[in-house]
DNA sequence: GCAAAAGTGTTCGCAGTACACCCATGA
DNA sequence: TCATGGGTGTACTGCGAACACTTTTGC
């Protein structure tokens, strides 16, 4: 409870509006080709089959983390998935029916494993970055919000593993690194920080579609992941960073 | 609006509580001395005469950054200060009188420049870091995860000197940037950088009262600085930041 | 044997670090 | 003249950047 003025300060019960308060899910995920965006096309009022981030209110006796898994396995069966709270929306007109808050959160998937069931029934689809339709309400800018924030986070810290499947190569993770900044890597350089990380452990088998000498799989080190998670690894040249 | 579960979708109206929002304020403030925290003693119910965070709930109208403003003005009577939304809090339990969101705002200020009557009509007191009073709900994570931000952001970005005054001596800027970090940084190095940035302008006076010989003031080049703030720019050491 | 992608090394330059002394002044 | 804090310079080194060729193998 808390004073809405100075002049109330003295009364015990304040006047305070009660508002809707939701979660709205960026869900990125990378099919080797581009960074994508999972959307629903709503299919209810108000600007019904138009389409939006997936979203829900949050329920009474649920925390804002809860709710924003609750809604991410909704629309995509996956439990446990990297996700971080990305920042309150809350103008007054944001929403025209009704004032909302919303909390956003992104996420980060291995596109192979959502259950495309789910989506279906949500009438989802993966949009690359480049061709998303409009969005409604402040979505927009939800994810350009979002994009920042996953540009920011990954110069500094190794999360966009979360976007890959357990095993994979390093040609991947280049092309992903090369989507998410929109700019050319130089491979060598790229791999020997990489390596030099410690991050990555490489597999026996080799992954053979792509090419005709195969390229090995690799996985990550989850011990020295989740330590380094905090700290601040690099992959990107420092100049990208540092401008 | 938004669907609470997939049954539901079918249906133009949901069943969503509302909730009360409030947004509060973790407002640091540095006096050449420590890095200190403006804490009010709630005058009112529940917890009343504990210490807290300053606060207050969104009014209809308001969006969350205004309702931000509003806040710490109320307290200090500052306007165009620093401020960045921080966090939302939103644990079920997290203010026992009601379902309560709180979002978070931090603020740098001039400790200088606050209106100290205003502060008084809260009974509100700086605090250092490292003495600080338990603070009701969930006020202590919030300034937990402030701090963190604040080491975490001027760590790459310039944003302490909004914690100084207009004029200032680098005797200070690193007085301020040790107390942030709770380190020991080289004077020699610490100015090298701040100087290749091109950040301040050596002004004509001195500051005569810490020593005889007498320091420059400084500026900032606000210009130079409104544009760093995006980029990266750090005075630390590049090993404290990655690690 | 050739096309296509995988994978590997070296050189150079600069930025970061460590480190110590002189300067100006008031008392 | 001395004590106090202000202010400056250098040498080293390690990391990041730029850059090109060899390897493997399926066709």
Redesign the pocket.
Known sequence: MYPETRSEMAVKHYRADKMLVAVDCVIFGFDGEALKLLLIKRGFEPQKSKWSLMGGFVQPKESLDNAASRILEQLTGLKGVFMEQLFAFGDPARDPMERTISVVYYALVDIGQYKKQLSEDFHAEWFPLSELPLLIFDHDQMVGTARERLQYKAALHPILFELLPGRF???QLLDLYESVYGKEL????F???LQSSGLIIRQKE?E?G???????YFKLDKRKYSSSLRSFISFL????I?Q
């Open positions: 190569t390093i040609r130089d491979k060598r350089n791999i020997r920080k080799k053979k792509s090419s005709k000498k195969g390229a090995f040249p420092t100049k990208e540092f």
